[in-house]
């Protein structure tokens, strides 16, 4: 009776452990810009989540800006809002590559995680995979159309049809990529330090000035640098605090 009180209570415990194990599998960054502005996003979230303190705006200076590639007449106060943006993700895979964490979930304040257990398709995945974000159509169809109301009323039906559930590879070859970089996963500081090389040195980047975080995935994605993309969107936006956002 005894002994089997014993293998129960250990059965319980082993299980108990890998319920954890699976539940903490990805760890969930929130990136965060410490400004009054944007603290009341905060309140969505619960400790499933960790809140990473970004870059402030304010923090950029005027040289810093003449770094970077904009239209002609974005204002000052959205170039250093692009530029602190981009210097949170940079950070945030610095974080990820001195701490030597594995499964990393990382999101931008206006993103939930739709749903946690499907997190556990990531768990023998090794590379850069977009968890959220929005099918892009500047990429020139087949028959040569390239405007957006194609692209809403037949081709995105088309694509979104035969995307398989969980992992998918993007669809250069069939005109499509994903923009926005409000959710994504990081396996490991291998594959973060791949990412932030690419970002920082890679030769697309010709035009020899700096771009936000997002332009610069589409590129790595137009050289087959980023491939891959989860479907149905894991990282969803809220919409409330997205509409709300700087762009």
Known sequence: SIIRVTIVSTFCHILKNKIFYILKMCEVFVLNCPTEKYKSRLKKYDNRYNIFEGTKPDDISDEEIKQYSF?????????????????????????????????????????????????????????????????????????????????????????????????????????????????????????????????????PNNFFRKKAIDTEFILLQKEKKIKWMFYPAIAVLHLEDAKKGFT
């Open 71 to 203: 239209y002609w007449n974005a204002n000052p106060d959205y170039r250093r809002a692009v530029i602190s943006c981009r210097k949170t993700h940079l950070k945030m895979l610095d974080h990820i590559i001195e701490n030597n964490l594995r499964n990393v979930v990382v999101l931008e304040d206006d993103t939930i995680i739709d749903d946690f257990d499907k997190l556990k398709n990531l768990e023998n995945f090794h590379s850069f995979c977009y968890l959220g974000g929005k099918l892009g159509w500047k990429i020139k169809s087949k028959d040569g159309k390239n405007d957006m109301k194609d692209f809403k009323n037949r081709r995105h039906k088309e694509i979104t049809e035969n995307l398989k559930k969980g992992i998918n590879e993007i669809g250069i070859e069939n005109c499509w990529r994903i923009s926005q970089t409000c959710g994504y996963f990081i396996p490991d500081k291998k594959e973060a330090m791949r990412i932030k090389i690419l970002v920082e040195d890679y030769i």
